[in-house]
């Protein structure tokens, strides 16, 4: 067993459940006997790198159950890149702080960089336990069913979509249109999610525009068309990152991020609803609205869902139990059992898969026209968010 302190960090995004793995790791590493001193990097990588690391062990048990109901992400977060050049600097202050144990919570490029120092010290003879916990709205990290943080997002958007759909079909002789924005880069889950809530064909969302599937303008308005002359208006709802054929971004956003991950949308950029909003008066004339909540959908505490609170605690706990295990370089992972009733447990896979391998929508959670879901992603979706409110409609 080895026995020195651990660290822990946040990055990346954060989600409204993103302290509940913290509570969760910070709970278990206290009662494990390998770890003397439970330490946090403030604001990522950077914290190690610049000395800002504080005690985590001094906090009071209230407060560390008060995280579990904390938004954002209480560490600070960073979406620094690292450089070779930082790994030397990082092992001397794992030395520095006799840190044996190192916890990342994060997505993809978080993985990459706990990967990344774990082999460093490996070859440098520091003996180092790596392990990372999934986090991320967007729900495409490989080899999990799903990531904490998503089922409360999720939520988010299911209950925004239904809102926003009674308000349109209510303004309908004002406002012909709604289109929702929905964050998740390239993966259309939290898109997806939107149809949750919808219990009857004029319910919102009538559309849906999934970055798995290619957009098609000329088959996108006649979409538009049949909706509104069925139903009185149309609710649309749009993954940032919806592209062409040609892969081009239905956005005109040009940016990225150090990751090389685009920014849609960002600064100053198009983004995809304020496109699709124009393509849609440009064709009929119609006047609409188009709503794109962006972080908000991240650190929405009153919208989350007591089961994503308890697996984000459950991903930290289970994360010190594999070190505890003398196991490292891996990510935990959310498993679904099978049958009907919703069971879940905690596994792994290699920190490496988990940084170089995304997870899109699959084929069978989408309609074979792509505009909508299955039944399956409807059997998927309703358990992780919950019950949704039902509202009221004038019947006559």
């Known amino acids: 067993m080895l026995k020195g302190n651990c660290i ?97 919570i994060g997505g ?17 003879n520091y ?63 939290l898109a997806a999610a939107a149809a949750a809530g919808k219990r009857a064909p004029e319910d919102a969302p009538h559309i849906l525009c999934l970055p798995e599937r290619a957009f098609d303008k000329e088959k996108f308005l006649k979409n538009v068309k049949s909706c509104h002359d069925r139903y009185g208006f149309v609710s649309i709802v749009c993954g940032e990152g919806i592209a062409y054929a040609d892969g081009s971004p239905v956005s005109a956003s040009k940016t990225a991020d150090r990751f090389s991950n685009v920014e849609f949308g960002a600064m100053g950029g198009t983004s995809a609803a304020m496109v699709l909003h124009r393509m849609i008066t440009d064709e009929f004339g119609w006047r609409g609205e188009f709503q794109i909540p962006e972080s908000l959908i991240m650190c929405a505490a009153d919208r989350a869902v007591g089961l994503d609170i308890e697996e984000a605690n459950m991903a930290g706990r289970a994360a010190v139990e594999l070190a505890k295990q003398g196991k490292s370089d891996l990510m935990v992972t959310l498993e679904r059992g099978h049958g009907k009733r919703y069971r879940c447990t905690t596994g792994s896979i290699p920190l490496g ?24 992603f409807l059997d998927y979706i309703r358990p992780l968010v919950g019950e949704l409110p039902q509202y009221a409609g004038l019947d006559f």
Request: charge should be positive; charged fraction near 25%; hydrophobic fraction near 40%.
């Open 8 to 104: 822990i960090a946040q990055s990346g995004g954060p989600t409204s459940v993103i302290n509940a793995s913290l509570a969760g790791i910070i709970t278990a590493a206290k009662d494990f006997k390998g770890i003397k001193k439970v330490l946090g990097m403030r604001f990522g990588i950077e914290g190690l790198l610049g000395g800002d690391i504080i005690d985590l062990g001094k906090l009071s048990s209230k407060t560390i159950k008060a995280l579990n109901n904390t938004p954002s992400s209480a560490l600070g977060s960073s979406r620094y890149k690292l450089t070779d050049a930082d790994l030397p600097k990082i092992l001397a202050a794992l030395k520095e702080n006799d840190i044996r144990y190192i916890f990342f």
């Open 108 to 124: 993809n490029d978080t993985m990459d960089t706990i990967n990344r120092i774990e082999l460093y010290a490996r070859r440098q």
């Open 127 to 189: 003996e180092l336990a790596g392990i990372g916990v999934p986090k991320t709205v967007d729900n495409d990290l490989f080899g999990t069913d799903h990531t904490p943080g998503f089922p409360s997002a999720a939520r988010y958007v299911a209950i925004s979509v239904m809102q926003a759909g009674i308000l349109a079909r209510d303004m309908q002789k004002v406002d012909k249109f709604v289109i929702f924005q929905a964050i998740g880069r390239k993966a259309g889950w």
């Open 353 to 376: 898969e988990a940084a170089i391998k995304a997870r899109p929508m699959p084929d069978e959670f989408i309609s074979k026209d792509g505009d909508f879901v299955t039944d399956a």
